[in-house]
């Protein structure tokens, strides 16, 4: 790729590319200072020093481990890396502090759990994905402190929770919701006057950002399409359709992206509800909730399980008499599938068009 093809270098100190959760990863551009800003609120949050060493499991071409080097080395604090491609406990044994997602953190507790690890970990800095309270609990029964947040490679940190009550507003950020879920509209319009003023109506809209930590957008070219989540607002704002709902103290509850909704008959499921729930289940280790194209209903929702291992094999019956006391009729998912490893990206989330193809292909396996 040559430079004279990008729409914008001006101002261009890093170039991050997105999780590929959702689709092909997009290569991200912002300026220095929309990382370097952030820098001491994380140093605050994390209480990172200079004789910490912070462990990255994720790969360095992600925006999550490449703000960590950026971070770190501003503090002083030493990087420790993978000795291999997969977790190896020999990782923990000088690293003080983890930044990863949520899957990297249970790789690690499970190890820490076993009881033959040595360590000195001392912090998890988590985000990526939903972090299950339980998980924040095991973390936090072996030692380990527990701060989880909510961001976006586009927007940077958006959100924060550090005691496992909900997330508030990342210090530096300003959030606006827009009321009504169902149309995101043209991304024109921008924020509505709502958001903590409305706080505990519990209704879901679009959350919009506003902070110095925004990317300028997506490298482009004649070989990179241009088409991506972030859209920009008069004002500053900023989204990528997050949707969210803000209760009676002003906590965020992400609800996923507005255009991942599935619609069946008249309802709009949201797959990250459902697979809340269903993680929820004794025996279901992870989740991932799809929408399979139906002539009747417009979808049906299809839900592909990651089981415990050495678990005893589950029966579409028995996952659908757990889930009816979780989960409203709408929103019970009409077919069952499992897998002993869900697909998941390099930084370990889910990759949920590889899961996608698995189902389509018939490589994974139907519950009757």
């Known amino acids: 790729m040559h430079a004279k093809q990008c729409t914008t270098l001006s101002d261009t100190g890093w170039a991050a590319f997105s999780s590929g959760s959702t689709g092909s990863p997009r290569i ?30 994720a790969p360095l071409s992600s925006s999550l481990s490449l703000f960590s080097v950026a971070h770190a080395r501003a503090v002083g604090a030493a990087i420790v890396l993978p000795n291999s491609h997969g977790f190896d406990p020999a990782d923990l044994a000088h690293a003080t502090v983890v930044h990863g997602t949520p899957h990297a953190l249970g790789t690690i507790v499970e190890s820490l759990e076993n009881g033959q690890t040595p360590h000195r970990m001392r912090l998890a800095f988590v985000g990526g994905a939903h972090l299950d309270i339980a998980l924040r609990r095991r973390a936090e029964a072996e030692g380990v402190r527990v701060v989880s947040y909510y961001g976006a490679a586009e927007l940077s940190f958006v959100a924060v929770d550090t005691d496992g009550l909900g997330y508030l507003a990342f210090p530096g950020v300003e959030v606006r919701v827009n009321s009504g879920t169902a149309d995101a509209g043209s991304g024109d319009e ?20 506003r902070s110095p930590y925004l990317a300028s957008g997506y490298l482009t070219s004649s070989y990179l399409g241009s088409n991506g989540a972030l859209r920009h607002a008069p004002g500053g704002w900023a989204s990528v359709g997050d949707l969210v709902e803000v209760d009676s103290t002003h ?44 002539a009747s209903v417009g979808a049906l929702v299809a839900v592909l399980i990651e089981t415990t291992p050495g678990g005893a ?56």
């Open 313 to 368: 094999m589950p029966t579409a019956r028995s996952l659908r008499t757990h889930a009816r006391s979780r989960l409203i009729p709408s929103h019970l998912p009409r077919r069952w599938y499992r897998t002993d490893h869900l697909p998941r990206t390099l930084s370990g989330k889910p990759d949920r068009d590889a899961v996608r193809r698995a189902i389509d292909n018939g490589e994974v396996t139907r519950l009757e």
């Open 251 to 294: 906590r965020l509850h992400f609800r996923g992206r507005l255009d991942g909704a599935i619609l069946t008959g008249s309802a709009t499921v949201v797959p990250e509800d459902v697979e809340l729930a269903l993680r929820s289940i004794d025996g279901i280790e992870d989740a991932v909730v799809l929408g399979i194209p139906n």
């Open 190 to 209: 921008g924020p509505a006057d709502a958001g903590p003023g409305d706080a505990g109506t519990l209704t879901p809209g679009e959350l919009w950002v």
């Open 28 to 57: 991200i551009l912002r300026s220095e200072a929309s990382w370097s800003s952030s820098f001491a609120a994380v140093t605050e949050l994390m209480q990172l020093q200079s004789t910490d060493a912070v462990y990255l499991p």
